[in-house]
């Protein structure tokens, strides 16, 4: 059972390059969700999904894109990478979006931007 | 000001000992309230759940709200080396977004 996978788990990019990150689940949530974690700062939602083609905007969503084609999948798109950019992705899921559905999480793509 | 403070320690105790970790939040309209554990280089995993006021037990970890003073803690009981980890609180309203703390390092020594 693999739970959330995220690939890759490391990258290096330079500024104004462009990447995706990729997040499968394989529970069948319908709820998706894409943080960041910087030291000191905590997650901070970026983009979530209540499902396939339905996505919303978190509190930090300048300067990415998310799509939403099947429930597997939610990939994270920079577009113009920027060293503010630098930090530890997370995607999460959960089955219903309920507060007492817990959310699990992927391992993390850890994103340098130089 | 944030919506969640937690102090991010580092908190050292021996083996056995009592923890107390905790956070504040400014939002009085936070209803469900939750305890991560995250490992080195891993994601976060819940570990406690709560809604709204009260204390919740599970095992050795207790989990308190406080809504009047808009606190919540989370105790663990006889530590363990294996409960060395990054502790984040995390509270929300409707459950689309998910308000964390900064995290707590944890280390516990044998």
Not at chain 1, 102 to 108: L, N, R, Y
Not at chain 2, 29 to 50: D, V
Request: one cysteine or more.
């Amino acid at each position: 059972n693999a739970g959330v996978t995220q690939t890759p788990k490391f990258r290096i990019l330079k500024i104004g390059q462009s990447m995706t990150l990729q997040c499968t689940q394989d529970m069948n949530h319908n709820y998706m969700y894409w943080y960041r974690q910087d030291p000191g700062m905590g997650l901070k939602l970026i983009y979530y999904s209540v499902g396939a083609g339905i996505t919303d905007k978190g509190e930090v969503p300048n300067g990415y894109n998310v799509s939403r084609s099947t429930t597997e999948d939610f990939p994270l798109r920079l577009e113009l990478a920027a060293p503010s950019q630098t930090s530890v992705y997370f995607c999460a899921s959960s089955y219903s979006g309920q507060p007492d559905q817990p959310q699990h999480f992927g391992d993390g793509t850890r994103l340098s931007i130089l | 000001q944030k919506e969640v403070e937690q102090d991010p320690g580092p908190l050292s105790v021996p083996e056995g000992a009592i923890v107390s970790l905790n956070c504040t939040y400014s939002n009085s309209a936070f209803q469900y309230f939750m305890w991560y554990r995250q490992y080195s280089r891993k994601g976060p995993e819940l570990l406690m759940y709560t809604y709204s006021s009260g204390n919740k037990e599970d095992g050795r970890f207790t989990a308190q709200v406080d809504k009047s003073s808009k606190y919540i803690s989370l105790f663990i009981r006889d530590s363990q080396p294996s409960d060395s980890a990054t502790y984040l609180c995390a509270m929300t309203l409707t459950g689309n977004q998910f308000y964390f703390g900064t995290g707590t390092s944890l280390t516990v020594i044998p």
